[in-house]
């Protein structure tokens, strides 16, 4: 069996222009070692919706991915503002979004959502004030 | 993928072995190795960005010169739509078509004619419902060829139309044959006018299809001190171009999406910032888009590192030539609405073709990842290029790959002399 590989990237909270690029980055990586594209496709979309989450909600954080030889798992966490209700965080059109984001075509609420549609498995663990950390797994 | 047959090469004794070319190539396909640039032939799609940025002019693209096609009986000049935009003061594209004709060629076929039709079929194409969108436009190869070994997932999403260029070719030909029945096949020869590389690797190894209708590639500079010449004879030339504005603009970046007449279009030029459109598309980030044009060369064609003009003055010069054109003169006759001739359609589809992929057994290629990563930490992330590759990362994967060694790594060779220094002081001090 072959040792796990993590990958890990500090996602900048400042720019709207570079997020995503960490999920760019893994979807480059996971192509190197030959996943097939279907899984690399439900990764990188469930992991860019992660990050300008992080992006918008939290001023940044770490997403961590690591591979196994069966699944990917995909860890976003931050220090960011928590998530005080996560059902409703979790239906489709709830957005806390502000305003100026929402006016660049983010903010739909369907971040949460499509991370779960993505994923095989998706954990939310949230500190109202302390943080938020998302894990996804992705089987295959 | 071992015969495919390139363009873009190097004249060795130009090379400096400098990194420039290194840096820009979009596959990160070209090392230094042994004092001069390397291309990796498998990652290579032709694009002509290291052709443009040598300063040694040590990058060269194989084109054809004229003179290789004098035997043939029957020459037919397939002028790119780029080609209008490199001349000063031209407002009638009819001196343009009069002095190929004047250069040697027998006949002239507009490729602008060809993309006109290109341009309603694909029209049709869109109104379908069974199709993958948004479509991405294959006319540029260089972005067709990426699709193929960088985004397995959007391969379906090729327009699967043959490109202008393919088109102008066999209606030339048949036009030819119509007129004058006593030429063979044989006899006729259909050479493009070509502002780029990746045309002439194209026509080489042709993108959904068999075998290409184009017979061989002559590129602008190539022709242009000649036609410019040829040009200047003419004084009245004959009405006989048969394009409108439609075919005109292919030339720039946005010309085949404006002809779609459906504003739900994206079009991007330049091939660093086609790569992250088609990054987001496949992350499905623009929703709601029906097509996309992608340019590999920054303004589109006439960008193109077969060109004579910058790409903006040509294109600035394209806007005064379509001024007084109709907006096109070639229309298909109105069947079915999303009818699209058999012959006008790929029949070998695009097939991804994992050149990135570290090892065919994964887990193997999970093991080289591994040590990729550990090896990557060794190193300063400088990205300064000096052992060859373009980046750090590069470098930790050529070697992964067997095809470089650590202390090639300048820091790591200072680290190593040092600790030798160090040693030997302690040995003489005893």
């Given at each position: 069996m072959s040792e796990p590989i993590r990958f890990h990237f500090d996602v900048d909270g400042d720019n709207f222009s570079s997020a995503g690029e960490a999920s760019v980055q893994v979807k480059r990586m996971l192509r190197q070692i030959g996943i097939s594209p279907d899984v690399i496709r439900k990764v990188s979309v469930a992991m860019y919706e992660g990050e300008i989450n992080m992006v918008i909600h939290a001023n940044g954080g770490d997403a961590d991915v690591i591979v196994e030889p069966n699944k990917i798992t995909i860890v976003l966490k931050d220090v960011g503002p928590g998530i005080a209700d996560i059902n409703l965080a979790m239906q489709e059109g709830y957005s806390t979004a502000p305003e100026n984001v929402r006016s660049l075509g983010f903010g739909a609420g369907m971040g949460l959502p499509n991370m779960k549609r993505y994923t095989d498995d998706m954990k939310i663990e949230s500190e109202v004030g302390v943080g938020t950390t998302v894990t996804m797994t992705v089987l295959f | 993928m071992s015969n495919f047959k390139h363009s873009v090469f190097l004249q060795q004794e130009k090379c400096k072995g400098c990194t420039n070319c290194v840096k820009r190539c979009p596959t990160e396909a070209i090392r230094i190795q042994n004092g001069h640039s390397v291309i990796d032939e498998e990652r290579c799609i032709d694009c002509g960005e290291c052709i443009k940025h040598c300063p040694y002019k040590a990058k060269k693209a194989l084109s054809d010169k004229?003179?290789?096609?004098?035997?043939?009986k029957y020459k037919i000049a397939l002028p790119a739509p780029a080609l209008y935009g490199q001349f000063d003061n031209l407002d009638d594209i009819d001196f343009v078509v009069s002095g190929l004709l004047e250069c040697g060629f027998d006949h002239v076929f507009e490729v602008a004619k060809a993309a006109e039709i290109i341009s309603e079929y694909t029209r049709n194409y869109l109104r379908r419902t069974d199709i993958a969108k948004p479509v991405i436009s294959s006319a540029c190869p260089v972005i067709a060829r990426l699709i193929s070994k960088r985004f397995p997932y959007l391969c379906d999403n090729l327009l699967p139309i043959i490109p202008p260029i393919e088109l102008a070719a066999k209606m030339a030909k048949e036009e030819v044959k119509a007129k004058h029945p006593e030429l063979k096949d044989e006899d006729i020869c259909a050479i493009f006018i070509s502002p780029c590389p990746a045309k002439v690797s194209y026509v080489r190894n042709p993108i959904g299809i068999e075998k290409s209708a184009v017979d061989g590639v002559v590129s602008i500079s190539e022709i242009y001190f000649l036609l410019v010449s040829s040009m200047k004879k003419i004084v009245n030339p004959e009405i006989q171009s048969q394009t409108g504005l439609v075919g005109v603009s292919?030339?720039?970046?946005?010309g085949e999406a404006a002809a779609l007449f459906n504003d739900k279009y994206l079009s991007a030029d330049g091939i660093e910032n086609c790569i992250k459109v088609l990054d987001e598309i496949e992350n499905e980030n623009f929703a709601g888009l029906e097509f996309i044009e992608l340019n590999a060369c920054s303004g589109g064609c006439v960008g193109g590192a077969l060109t004579v003009e910058n790409p903006y003055i040509a294109k600035a010069r394209l806007q005064i030539l379509r001024r007084y054109l109709p907006v096109s003169q070639n229309h298909i006759e109105r069947t079915d609405p999303t009818e699209v001739p058999k012959s006008y359609i790929w029949d070998q589809p695009i097939e991804y073709s994992p050149v990135m992929q570290l090892d065919s057994d994964m887990s193997l290629a999970m093991k080289k990842m591994a040590d990729i990563q550990a090896i990557y930490e060794m190193f300063p992330h400088l990205d300064c290029g000096a052992c060859g590759a373009p980046t750090c990362r590069a470098f930790a994967e050529d070697v992964v790959k067997n095809n470089g060694d650590v202390s090639d790594c300048i820091f790591i060779m200072r680290e190593k002399i040092r600790e030798l220094y160090k040693e030997r002081e302690e040995n003489d001090g005893k």
């Open positions: - | 004229l003179e290789k096609y004098k035997e043939y292919w030339a720039g970046s946005g």
